[in-house]
C-alpha cells in the first residue's frame, strides 16, 4: 500500500528521537480527500491518541499509522526524503488522494479544471504562484489567470507554453490553446523578476 524508502524512516527516527517519548509513532491521513485541495499531513502520535481504526506500517525502529477513512486514498503511496543543501524535503506522492481524473463523458471544462487543479497548481507552487481558469471556449481555447509568484514573473511565457500547456494538450486532447489573461505588469511580488510584457493578447 505505502512505500516509504529508508531515508524516509532515517528521517522520521531522527524526529521521534528529538521527542524522547516512550513509543511514539507517525499518524498519516488525508484532509479534504477526494478534492482538489487534498493534502496529506503527518503528525506525532502517541500509543494513547490511537482510536483502534488506524492501519499500521511497521517501520525499522517506529510505526506509522493511517487513519482508517484515508486508506482507501493512498493505495498506492509513497514516502521519500530528498536531501538538498538546506537539508532535505519530505515528499508524499499520493496520486488518488484528489479522486479520479473525470471521464470521457465529463464536461471540457470539468475536465481542465481538473488539471488545473490537481497537476498545474502542486507545480508552480514551489515558486509561491497559483493559476485559476477563467474560461474554455467552444474551440477549446483555455485561458487562464496567473496570481501569486507567477503574477509578473519573467518566466511566465516558458511556464505557460513548456508547462502548462503541453500538459494540459496531454492530459485534455480537446485543448487547442492555452493563453495567459493576466495583466502581468501589475504583478508586485513575481518568483522571477523579469520584463514581463504587460497585458496578454487574451485580454
Not at 502520535?45 to 477513512?69: A, I, K, M, R
Not at 507545480?123 to 496570481?147: C, P
Not at 492530459?171 to 510584457?197: C, F, I, L, M, Q
Request: proline share 4%.
Amino acid at each position: 500500500m505505502i512505500d516509504i524508502t529508508e531515508r524516509a524512516q532515517g528521517h522520521f527516527r531522527r524526529l521521534i528521537a528529538q521527542q524522547d517519548i516512550e513509543g511514539l509513532g507517525i499518524r498519516l491521513r488525508v484532509v479534504d480527500a477526494g478534492s482538489p485541495s487534498a493534502t496529506c499531513d503527518l503528525e506525532f502520535c502517541e500509543p494513547s491518541e490511537l482510536t483502534g481504526d488506524e492501519w499500521t506500517v511497521e517501520c525499522e525502529g517506529f510505526h506509522l499509522y493511517v487513519e482508517g477513512e484515508s486508506v482507501r486514498w493512498l493505495d498506492p503511496a509513497s514516502i521519500d526524503f530528498e536531501t538538498n543543501a538546506t537539508g532535505g524535503q519530505l515528499n508524499i506522492r499520493a496520486p488518488r488522494i484528489k479522486g479520479e481524473m473525470p471521464g470521457e463523458g465529463a464536461g471540457l471544462v470539468e475536465r481542465v479544471q481538473y488539471v488545473v487543479a490537481t497537476e498545474i497548481n502542486p507545480m508552480v507552487a514551489s515558486h509561491g504562484g497559483r493559476i485559476s481558469l477563467k474560461e474554455v471556449t467552444a474551440e477549446g481555447v483555455v485561458v487562464l489567470q496567473f496570481g501569486g509568484g507567477c503574477h509578473g514573473c519573467g518566466m511566465v511565457d516558458v511556464t505557460l507554453k513548456q508547462g502548462v500547456e503541453k500538459t494540459l494538450r496531454e492530459r485534455v486532447p480537446e485543448v487547442t490553446e492555452v493563453r495567459d489573461a493576466t495583466d502581468h505588469a501589475s504583478g508586485e511580488n513575481p518568483y522571477y523578476a523579469g520584463s514581463a510584457k504587460g497585458a496578454s493578447a487574451a485580454v
